[in-house]
């Protein structure tokens, strides 16, 4: 394969954390996988191993064939956006038995009004919370191999089955013994790191094949490899537990310090990680008790929608440092204690950042825009040209 990057020059995670001592960008799991994502060395894994391969790909035709004859059938007589709404109930149920990188991809459809309509929209959004939880006795063994200690030694209570479940992980709901807190466990899926960069690796073969028809074809001239690429650094990025609670440290801090937090009474409430409790693929966080927005009343949810549209701006044009994955289910109002009726923000596994010359310039493009200086919008818009 070709035009596979460099992942000192490139990676989201190695461009973040290579300045630390302890971080090596070429380290590998159990089973030799790359543990940052490396377009090289997942190549070079996969190709070792054919066999791997060619299952995955008759699992993928078997699950799919049926779904996209539906789909073709439905474009033939002209029903398509009467059986949309089927058709993608459909396609969520395939996607969650393909595995966390495919349910991952229906999650970011669901937030993408300028790609899909409502009603698919609306059943793809069913994979931000609804997600099949693997069983607790697997979730237990793997919280016992990260810690090296067993389940009852590290918590005096931990719940029989997850409160919540996702494409990546599901959580626990949790009390230390030592210190009696109540806390979060996120558990990452057993096998998440081996399927998730099998699928990348034939999917960045089968973009290879569509982006070549593509451009013989039509005049389309987007680069779907780097698309690609993008979302896989994420998804490596969100499989780093221990990357997960800095950020949301990180977080606490730049916006806890922030005139927005000075604002309103410290701003929205960000769970505090319990570090020595946290590997690479267990998180453990105190435990907000919550309910998310989309089951608030209007006027309550009217108020934290305020809220939240000025944290978010916050974090884009003044701190630099945006929780990437602002999804329904990763926002709560607060209903008990003293964080009561406030909004909280979770899941920081994705997070981007935002340099102060691009800030300003995103800044200056807003005025002008809403001003109606286009001459000016222009230069702004070349300011933003990537690097």
């Not at 990676?11 to 090596?24: I, K, M």
């Not at 009561?340 to 997070?351: E, K, P, S």
């Amino acid at each position: 394969m070709t035009d596979l990057r460099d992942v000192k020059a490139v990676s989201y995670v190695s461009r973040r954390r290579l300045d630390a001592a302890d971080f090596d960008a070429n380290q590998v799991d159990e089973e030799g996988l790359p543990l940052v994502y490396n377009e090289a060395a997942i190549a070079a894994f996969w190709r070792r191993r054919p066999g791997d391969l060619a299952a995955r790909w008759a699992k993928f035709a078997a699950i799919s064939a049926p779904w996209l004859t539906r789909l073709a059938t439905a474009f033939l007589r002209g029903s398509l956006e009467r059986d949309q709404a089927a058709l993608a109930r459909d396609a969520v149920s395939n996607l969650e038995r393909l595995g966390p990188t495919w349910v991952k991809l229906g999650q970011v459809l669901s937030i993408r009004p300028d790609v899909l309509p409502p009603a698919v929209m609306a059943e793809l959004g069913k994979l931000q919370d609804g997600i099949a939880p693997f069983a607790t006795a697997e979730a237990r063994r793997m919280l016992e191999a990260e810690l090296g200690r067993r389940v009852d030694e590290v918590f005096s209570e931990f719940g029989d089955r997850p409160v919540a479940a996702a494409s990546l992980a599901q959580v626990y709901r949790a009390r230390v013994r030592e210190t009696g807190q109540e806390v979060a466990v996120k558990i990452q899926r057993p096998g998440a790191l081996s399927t998730i960069s099998k699928d990348l690796y034939v999917l960045r073969r089968a973009v290879g094949v569509y982006q070549a028809l593509i451009r013989r074809l039509t005049a389309q001239t987007t680069d779907y490899r780097v698309l690609l690429s993008t979302f896989a650094e994420g998804l490596f990025t969100e499989m780093d537990f221990q990357n997960e609670a800095l950020n949301a440290l990180r977080m606490q801090t730049l916006l806890g310090e922030s005139d927005f937090a000075r604002r309103h009474g410290g701003g929205v409430v960000i769970p505090t990680p319990l570090l020595h409790l946290t590997t690479r693929r267990v998180l453990t966080m105190e435990w907000i008790p919550g309910v998310k927005l989309t089951t608030l009343q209007p006027a309550e949810l009217s108020a934290l929608v305020a809220i939240g549209q000025e944290a978010f701006l916050t974090q884009l044009l003044d701190i630099g440092f945006c929780h990437g994955d602002p999804h329904p289910g990763n926002l709560l109002q607060v209903t008990e204690g003293p964080h009561a009726g406030r909004l909280a923000l979770i899941d920081f596994g994705l997070v981007a950042e935002v340099p102060a010359p691009d800030r300003a310039a995103m800044l200056s493009a807003t005025i002008h825009l809403a001003n109606g200086a286009w001459d000016d919008l222009i230069t702004d818009f070349i300011a933003l040209a990537p690097i």
